[in-house]
């Protein structure tokens, strides 16, 4: 994008001059012959860097300047001084200006500090713009959540955020793990420094180590030079390790004194850094039952579990279907520019009556996919797949006698259901009754009362 360059002088030969410079080079330039013209103007069209003379009838460059100081700090201005206001520029720069130029003007000068407070400025402006859409993307309005359970959820999501302590994240797969992951970083006071993840299921344990801790040039073959390590690159921000139950017990151990100490060595090196990292750690392994099988370290799981946060799956949260429903339809409708505005109540059920295995991530996907097929700007049944509409309630048998009365048929109908599933599960009572979702006693009471041995 070209910049936009106000020149303030008194001047007009040299307004006209630094102009024709600004324009060949493909800046936007616009002029001022003094401090309160160019108020008016940048209060009309805010430039994107001020080159201003200081000696001016009316309102001076030093007035200017403080004016910009105060009502427009990220407008970077230069001073023009003449022979006997270098002390005013001097005064100018401790007050904020960002550089000054002699007179007279010397163009390959002047471009050049122009040119390189505009590309800076224009840096930190991208990088501002980014780190706010960062901060959009995980600020709790895109995320998603009505039901008590996930308010709470949330609101400890947020008082975490406001504190340095480390967090582990449990919950299936796809319930939104990551998401609050980032939304605890993109929350907290870290939130200018780097946010690094690490996914500790996916790569070898030598491949891990050195990808945590660094290594150095030589350490092993391949290592042809230095590596900084995650560890090192999130020093002052926050790292995500990411499948933290698929860890060896060497890992485990070489992360416990990381958590302990603060410090760690390189692969192959000797020298000890020091880091400052807050950790998030997440799973969806059982990592209770993976101590009690002694492949997950105790302490290692108490130094983790500082705050635990458990994230439920969707079929705990059912009511919040619907709304993730409609969110990831406006998302993806945004995406692929279709424009899906109603959903049948009767493919709304069927998708709310289904269990989400893959819970929220399955539900984004199965969204996705109908936007990307739809032709009619609605979903209805019939754009569901086959496994959905099956969650549709059982069809009643044509010649059913309704006059045997509705206790009789519903009784006779759950006796049939359980003993198809004792077979189905060979017999195992505790089995069934888990596959039915029953608690034991009841199971059992249902067993006697219609007589199943
Ligand atoms: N509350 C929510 N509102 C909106 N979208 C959500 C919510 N929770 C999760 N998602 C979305 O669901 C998808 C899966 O979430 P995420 O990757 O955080 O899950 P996960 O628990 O880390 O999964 P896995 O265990 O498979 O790594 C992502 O696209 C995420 O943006
Ligand atoms: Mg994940």
């Known amino acids: 994008m070209k910049s936009k360059v106000l020149i303030v002088d008194d001047e007009i030969d040299s307004l006209e001059l630094m102009q024709e410079l600004f324009e060949s080079k493909g800046y936007i330039s616009d002029t001022a012959t003094n401090g309160v013209e160019a108020i008016n103007k940048i209060k009309l069209q805010e430039p994107d860097i001020v080159l201003t003379d200081i000696r001016m009838p009316e309102m001076d460059g030093m007035q200017l300047l403080n004016f910009l100081i105060k009502d427009h700090p990220n407008i970077p201005v230069i001073m023009i001084t ?5 002390e005013a520029a001097v005064e100018a720069m401790r007050i904020g200006a960002k550089d000054y130029i002699l007179k007279p003007i010397r163009l390959d000068e002047i471009l050049a500090k122009v040119e390189r407070i505009t590309q800076l400025n224009s840096l930190i402006k991208e990088n501002e713009y980014l780190l706010n859409r960062l901060q959009q993307t995980y600020d709790f309005t895109n995320m998603i959540g009505k039901t008590d359970k996930v308010q709470e959820l949330f609101k400890l999501v947020k008082d975490v955020a406001a504190t340095n302590t480390t967090v582990l994240i449990r919950g299936e797969s796809g319930t939104g793990k990551e998401l609050i992951a980032n939304a605890i970083h993109y ?6 420094r780097p946010f690094v993840k690490v996914n500790c299921g996916v790569l070898a344990e030598s491949l891990l180590e050195s990808e945590l801790f660094g290594h150095v040039r030589g350490a092993f073959t391949g290592a042809i030079k230095d590596k900084i390590g995650r560890f090192e690159l999130a020093n002052g921000g926050t790292l995500f390790l990411d499948e933290i139950g698929d860890i060896s017990l060497n890992m485990q151990l070489k992360l416990l004194r990381v958590l302990q100490e603060g410090e760690f060595e390189r692969v192959g090196g000797t ?3 020091k880091v400052d990292v807050r950790i998030i750690a997440a799973t969806n392994k059982d990592l209770e039952r993976a101590m009690d099988e002694g492949k997950f370290r105790q302490d290692l799981y108490y130094r983790l579990n500082v705050i635990p946060i458990e994230v439920p799956p969707l079929r705990e949260r059912k009511d919040d279907i619907k709304y993730l429903i409609y969110y990831f339809m406006e998302k993806f409708n945004k995406i692929y520019g279709k424009n899906i505005s109603e959903i049948d109540p009767k493919a709304m059920t069927l998708m709310e009556n289904y269990q989400y295995p893959g819970n929220i991530r399955e539900l984004e996907n199965l969204i996705e996919r109908i936007v990307v097929l739809d032709k009619r700007g609605s979903i209805k049944t019939p754009n569901l797949p086959a496994y959905i509409r099956a969650a549709e309630p059982e069809e009643v048998d044509e010649d059913v006698d309704l006059e045997k009365g509705l206790s009789y048929l519903v009784e006779n109908y759950e006796r049939k259901i359980i003993i198809n599933a004792l077979e189905k599960n060979g017999f195992n009572k505790f089995q069934t ?7 034991r006693s009841t199971f059992l009471s249902k067993l006697k009362k219609y007589g199943i041995q």
């Open 82 to 86: 003449a022979h006997g206001t270098v």
């Open 187 to 192: 929350n907290s006071t870290r939130v200018k």
């Open 271 to 273: 020298e000890t850094l």
């Open 433 to 439: 009754a888990r596959q039915l979702q029953m608690n």
